[in-house]
């Protein structure tokens, strides 16, 4: 004998909730970040600390000994090193973005964020949003401080500022990635802080931030070409200071898209492995 349930007339099938969608995700965490951000400003100050000390203290004491056989005729000391130390800066926050994370895995935060209905990749996306962000306004505090006490005069004008600062955006973001695909793969600070130091020296100095490669011995020179930032500085110094050197600007953003790529798969994968080992 069989029966069939019958359907009460008026009844409907409740869909069960998918939760919000991505971007209204990504929208509100990117939110949470930045409040704690301007909770906390230390945070913005204290990442300018070593980007401004490298300019006063390279501008005003080795401004002489760095003009090398082959520094950009017409150009000044100050003019030449400004979009290093905006590149420089970008090195710095893409590194707090995976110490960053690495605190909040530490914390809880993250474990009670994932026992939501929110995509992981959403967490990561708003982390490395929230510190562009923080990126952002840091450069513009360096170029005012360059302009009024140092008197940077770019002859690019005002678009070859702005696209400096979106060049300088574009490699903090792709750095960025690298550094949140560590963390979620070490999650320890101090590991995190060393691999910091070490990565932080070879990529600025083994480039052409500071003084032209040719200038570099002939190794160095090998390893300034093969370094990603050598094609970033090259770039955001050229469109800045309208000289030769725009074509490395396409270089730039194409090898800071395959970072990203690159970079989100793997911090993606990492964090979804469990929180506890």
Not at 15 to 26: F, K
Request: aromatic share 8%; charged share 10%.
């Amino acid at each position: 004998m069989t029966s069939t349930l019958a359907r009460t007339p008026g009844a409907t099938t409740r869909a069960r909730w998918p939760g919000s969608s991505v971007a209204s995700q990504i929208l509100v965490l990117t939110d949470r970040s930045l409040r704690a951000l301007v909770r906390e400003p230390q945070l913005v100050v204290f990442g300018l600390m070593q980007p401004v000390i490298l300019l006063f203290l390279f501008t005003q004491v080795f401004a002489n000994l760095l003009m090398t056989p082959h520094f950009p005729q017409g150009i000044s000391y100050v003019d030449y090193l400004v979009p290093a130390v905006l590149i420089d800066n970008a090195v710095q926050s893409s590194l707090q973005s995976g110490v960053g994370l690495v605190e909040d895995l530490k914390n809880g935060v993250v474990s009670r964020l994932r026992s939501l209905p929110i995509q992981p990749a959403s967490l990561l996306i708003a982390r490395s949003l929230s510190d562009l962000c923080r990126s952002a306004v840091q450069i513009i505090l360096i170029l005012v401080l360059a302009i009024a006490l140092l008197g940077y005069t770019p002859k690019g004008g005002v678009t070859g500022i702005l696209i400096s600062i979106g060049l300088t955006l574009v490699v903090s973001w792709a750095l960025g990635w690298v550094f949140l695909a560590v963390g979620t793969w070490i999650r320890k600070a101090e590991p995190m802080q060393t691999i910091n130091g070490i990565a932080l020296f070879p990529l600025m100095f083994a480039s052409s931030a500071y003084v032209p490669v040719a200038d570099l011995p002939a190794w160095l020179q090998v390893v300034a070409r093969a370094n990603p930032l050598t094609y970033a500085v090259d770039a955001t110094r050229a469109v800045a200071l309208g000289i030769p050197g725009s074509a490395a600007l396409a270089p730039a953003v194409v090898i800071s898209a395959v970072i990203v790529i690159v970079s989100f798969g793997f911090a993606v994968l990492g964090f979804r492995r469990p929180l506890t080992p």
